[in-house]
């Protein structure tokens, strides 16, 4: 991609570049079901959703699963899931936010906890891989934090600075990450969390990707 002024911005996938809320609360359901748990609509999940996952079950279920409950809720929320993904597409404007960006001589990248052999070919299908430095997904168990991830991500890209990169994600998590290394965070309001919740961190929340660009730009400089 050649050379890049300063400036990187680390993308979220689910729930930020890709608009997935209708098959993550599908599977929600459907591994709650698997416990006879009622089901939860998208504002109760967005209020109620945080990282590691067997919390957020932990705060629906009044305690967090056992080993066996939790193997088989997350093994059936991630076949509902890939069943179901197939209907869901980018976050409007996307690909015209990442032209733009890498087209000014900035670079980007994508980390992300959904399990690294879905998701590369999954962003190759949009065609939008050309925009990105370095994708990088999960690899091992999931229902983790996504701060170690960041730590390994960053430090596999070259000439890219903590202090120059900014995350752009939809959960509490990423900016957990982002401070974790010393990189800034944008969070968006189209996902996982409501804004009420994001608020909390400490960090600019935005409501359209756009905006997360023009704040990273902002906070880059």
Same mark, same amino acid.
């Given at each position: 991609?050649?050379?890049?002024? !300063?400036?990187?911005?680390?993308? =979220?996938?689910?729930?930020?570049? %890709?608009? +997935? ?10 591994? %709650?079901?698997?416990? $006879? ?13 945080? &990282?590691? @996952? ?12 056992? +080993? ?6 997350? +093994? ?10 197939? *209907? ?8 015209? /936010?990442?032209? =733009?960006? *890498? ?9 992300? #906890? ?11 299908? %949009? !065609? ?9 997904? *999960?690899?091992?168990?999931? $229902? ?5 991830? #960041? ?5 596999? /890209?070259?000439? @890219? ?5 900014? &995350?752009?994600? +939809?959960?509490?998590? =990423? ?8 990189? *800034?965070? @944008? /969070?968006?309001? !189209? ?9 909390? @961190? !400490?960090?600019? &929340? &935005? ?15």
């Amino acid at each position: 991609m050649g050379t890049h002024n !300063g400036a990187h911005i680390v993308w =979220d996938w689910n729930g930020t570049l %890709f608009h +997935d809320n209708d098959a993550i609360i599908g599977a929600t359901n459907a591994a %709650f079901a698997e416990l $006879g748990l009622e089901p939860i609509t998208l504002e109760r999940y967005r209020a109620l959703y945080c &990282v590691p @996952v067997p919390k957020f079950y932990e705060r629906l279920m009044g305690r967090l699963p056992t +080993d066996i409950e939790w193997r088989l809720m997350d +093994d059936v929320f991630h076949r509902y899931y890939a069943e179901h993904r197939v *209907r869901c597409g980018l976050t409007e404007g996307v690909a015209e /936010l990442l032209a =733009d960006w *890498r087209s000014a001589g900035r670079s980007q990248s994508i980390l992300s #906890m959904y399990g690294h052999e879905e998701l590369v070919p999954l962003v190759r299908g %949009f !065609g939008i891989a050309e925009h990105f430095i370095r994708i990088d997904g *999960r690899t091992g168990p999931s $229902g983790g934090s996504k701060a170690e991830h #960041m730590v390994r991500h960053l430090g596999s /890209l070259t000439g @890219v600075e903590a202090r120059r990169t900014v &995350v752009i994600g +939809d959960a509490a998590d =990423d900016a957990v990450a982002a401070l974790h290394v010393g990189a *800034r965070a @944008v /969070l968006y309001t !189209g996902g996982s969390h409501s804004r009420a919740s994001l608020e909390t @961190v !400490g960090v600019p &929340v &935005v409501d359209t990707l756009h905006e997360a660009v023009a704040e990273a730009e902002r906070l880059a400089a």
